[in-house]
């Protein structure tokens, strides 16, 4: 058995589409988009249940509801201690020393949450604003009382930790400065007003329920007078509270990488439900439905460093009742005697390989979804109206639904094409060898180095580079793009940051071995500026790789301005620019050539012999080396000698012969537009020749004559 | 070969198969009476080929076991028994079936079949004891070739019993001998060891349903008891 440190995080009411990692727009989880990174994110994980007793209760036993003791009883159940067996039971077991500590009373001990842990912690320090008797802790306080404990025990057996936050549920009432963090920012959008107000225990459509409300006034006697209706100021207040516990994360994760356990510790964060903000006219609960804004929750494992698993973004459908089996395999506890429901992820996470074909299913009193491959499915359950355990919307559950849960409804779409921003699906390949070999040719210089990639768009160079690369940050000015790149590409030497590369957000000084800058240094004005920054960075001797297009032949010969450009340069004045920072500068061309490669069976040949053609007056002819000019420049500029020598030449060879297939693609459109077109004049000439036109025409000149319109005409 | 064995702790000379009669073992420290045990169970399965461990869902079987697990590095190799009386509480049942998933040990249960199909149950207590327990647990040994039994037993044993007693077919190892009802506690305590809720409804002692005293449910759990009685001493009331 292989004892490793486990942190389990549950953050209550989180869903996953409000996260960077998962696609949201707003920056609300910086923490764990970068965790994520060195992580497997589960893209489409559903919770059992959709409110937090049940959930808890199966994410601890790894039983659905119906088969575990506490069932869909939020307030009065709790688990048999006879009969369930909680994942700490098994880790206690096996000699771990176990301690949570959780944020809300419904998880207090009377529901047995606590068998097996050796420490539960569920000491509760504040009421809710509009529910004077539900207490709560902040996660500060929870976090601190976890750092405290690990302080004292950290060095001993290995730990379990489980963590739970309340801070993303409901009422949305942040501390400064999140209470504000998203209010009237970029993505605010357009007004919008609910202006009901239900009770807790009969929620209703469209309406806002008591426990919710912020900002609310109220007489004597408790009755709202006034309160905040603005449903945009309730959801920046939903990820402002995400933004909160990305903090405690932070910090979090800043201890355990100061006690040295980081790396081996297997972390794990997910949430209990989700929150639906306005899905399906359910404004700010849950437990209503069980509707993916209510069921998809994020679920991101980083496994122990020295098992060597790949960061990356599974897009199988999980259950979080995996969770305790996942965990289990990992430290190699045979729990095969347990009868879990939950599958371990440990092989799909580890090689790809799908579980066992299993039922997901996310389940509340009156309705139960089946999770497939593309489709959930929703359908109603027969309920008995007076052994209800929670709340129960007859309107909401008596459909059956299906929601094709895999479409994208984030806001971060694939961007649509500018004419600037480069994207690897674009169709005109010589775009795509252009980019592409640029950075392969960069690849070359980057082996276990440290390297920044300036104005890094989309990713895929920075994600090419970091496989030689010890380390490459990517920064763009677009938030939306790095967000879109952390999500798309996973690396544990890559990270995306937000950024302006004439004011690089890195504090710390000379810290790179090589910076890259393709494609960037003609949207800047103030060149100047760039180059102090890259100076700044660039550790001594270091090597910064940048390409621009060629003035002359970009911008002047075809008498064209490209509106996103704001200083193009000439190769002179490149050289310049260059010399006032670097000692050595090597300035290479570029430009897509149609090429064959002719190369040997064997291997690859040192020496290349290079043979230029042109096409003139219809017929190839060999040509002389000084015609071949390049379109872009590439330049590899340090303080460090360069020899001449340090780059050859190179080619990018497209098998998939990408140009032809578009020629042959063009033409054959060309071709049958010209079938077309050929159709028609025949038709045409038919319709010329034919006795009805012939006559027409005829009547048509003596109406003319008749009529004198064509008097006077030659 | 066990006959003259004798462990010394803290100057304490403790025989492994003769009565221990000096008082300062039952005041040694839990820790002591921890090692103690388990030198006794590692000393006494050294020459045994087919040891098993009793166990019947009761707290002194449950630490019995656990210290078993423990010898082993928390893996049990012995198999454990379980004399069924067929009229034990719904409650014993559930939990010995989820420690036998929860340790992963096969649960060898047996019982005097014979006897359940004639006894008329509790009648006579004595008797029906000896038949469904004392009888059922002599078949269990020979069917199973059974030639060490580790089991919990204390009571009565405290001053007069033995740690290792050798019977006709087996030996019986007694490694609780001198733990107290509050060491039995502590021990469960300290080690977080999952126990049957019975205990927590205020039952003390879990026989079989007809021969156990119906418990007074306690208005608080003994855990709440000690939090509350530790803040109300904070705050100067107990003293």
Redesign the interface.
Known sequence: MSHKNIVWIVIDALRADHLGCYGYMRNTSPTIDHLAKQSVLFEYAFAPATYTVPVMASLLTSKYPHHQSIGFDQSGGSLNPNSDITVTEALKSCGYQCAGFVSSMVLRKHTHFDMGFDVYDAAMTKAEINRPNELVRDGQETRKAFSRWLEKNYKDEPFFVFLHYFDVHGPYVNPEPFNDLFVQDAFYGEARYVDRVSTDSVPRLNHIPNYQLLNPVRDGEGNVLEYEKDIRYYIAQYDGGISYEDTLIRETIAQLKELDIYDECLIIITADHGESLGENDVYFFHGLTVTPDQTRVPLIIKPPKELNMEPKSVPTAVSTIDIMPTILDFIGYQYDRLELEGVSLVQLMQTGEEPKEREIVSEIEGQIAYVGEKDIVIKPKEVDPDHLKFIYNKELCEKDVKIEYRKKTNNLSEPEWTGERYHPLMDDPAINYEHLHRYQFAGEFVKDKVVLDLACGEGYGSHLLAGNAKRVIGIDIDGPTIRRASQKYFKSNLEFIIGSITDIPIIEEHCFDTIICFEALEHVKDHDRLMSEVKRLLKENGLFIVSTPDKRLHADRPDYRNPFHLKELYLQELKVLLERYFKKNLIYGQKVFTMSNIFPTSGNSKNTKEYLIEKENKIFTFTQKDKKQPLYFIALSSDAPLSEDIADNSYLVDISGSVFELQRSLQSTISQQEAVITEYAEALNRIYQSYGWKALSLWLKVRDLISGKNRGKP | MLKNKVLSVHGVKISLTGPNEDDRIRGLPLKEKEKIAQEVISTAISGCQNPYVLFDGCKESLVALHLVRQIGN?DLRFPVLHIDTSVRFK??Y??L??M?????FDLVTERNEEALRTLKIAENPADCCKQLKADALAYAVKKHHIDCLITGARGKAQKTGVLVSERDDYIEVNPLLFYTDRDLSEFIKTS?L????LY?KGYRHIDCTPCTEPAEAPKLSSEDRAEIDKKLKALGYLG
């Open positions: 928390l409650e014993i559930q939990y079936d989820k036998s998933r929860l340790w992963r977080r999952p126990y049957c809720s927590d």
